[in-house]
């Protein structure tokens, strides 16, 4: 079972450029989020779905979007990359919100 | 606001020295507290989930408890493959989300 695949594993970015993070999962979850990890601070959620069609804010939503157009796929869009988004993203998928979720491996996200 | 707070923020071990991990909690409305293990370059992988005060949960060498207020993580007779970083989350009933601690990084050294 592959679970949580995140693509691509390390980007690099300039600033102003934008791109998509892909995120799928396998396991045919209802609820998918996307966190972002920095040092001494945990994770802190981006975004959130608790299913296809239906998305909502986070702690941290200013300069990504999300959609959810299939069960399997939750990408996460940077409009505008800022040296302040140079992080580790993390996308999860669980059965409903408060069910133990499942991570991906990460995107490591340097803006220049 | 819903906040988790864990201790230490790092903890050196020797090979079969037990310790314990604590997550102190604020939430209004307890649904579950949950442990995560993550590995240096991997995401977290799911430990416990504890979602009552008296509750415990063991696997291996780890047992998790919890009471209204913390949740500790025991570690008994640790071996270097324990060396990660040990996660802390809660799940508040007014939200939809997990809320993080920002982790301990424990090293076991034989």
């Known amino acids: 079972n592959a679970g949580v695949t995140q693509t691509p594993k390390f980007q690099v970015l300039k600033t102003g450029q934008s791109m998509t993070l892909q995120c799928a999962q396998d396991m045919n979850h209802e609820y998918m989020s996307w966190y972002r990890q920095d040092p001494g601070m945990g994770l802190r959620l981006i975004h959130y779905s608790v299913g296809a069609g239906i998305t909502d804010q986070g702690e941290v939503p200013n300069g990504y979007n999300v959609s959810r157009s299939t069960t399997e796929d939750f990408p996460l869009r940077l409009l505008s990359a800022a040296p302040s988004q140079t992080s580790v993203y993390f996308c999860a998928s669980s059965r409903d919100k408060v069910k133990p979720q499942h991570f991906g491996d990460g995107t490591r996200l340097s803006i220049l | 606001e819903d906040q988790v707070t864990q201790s230490p923020e790092a903890l050196r071990l020797q090979e079969g020295e037990s310790s314990s991990l604590n997550c102190s909690y604020t939430v209004s409305g307890l649904r579950g507290l949950f442990w995560y293990r993550q590995d240096p370059g991997k995401g977290p992988e799911f430990l416990f989930t504890l979602y009552s005060a008296g509750e415990e949960k063991e696997k291996e060498r780890l047992k998790a408890t919890l009471t209204k207020k913390e949740s500790f993580l025991h570690i008994t007779a640790p071996k270097p493959e324990d060396s990660a970083t040990y996660l802390c989350?809660?799940?508040?009933?007014?939200?939809?989300?997990?809320?993080f601690g920002a982790g301990t990084i424990l090293r076991v050294k034989s």
């Open positions: 989350a809660v799940h508040a009933s007014s939200g939809n989300k997990l809320v």
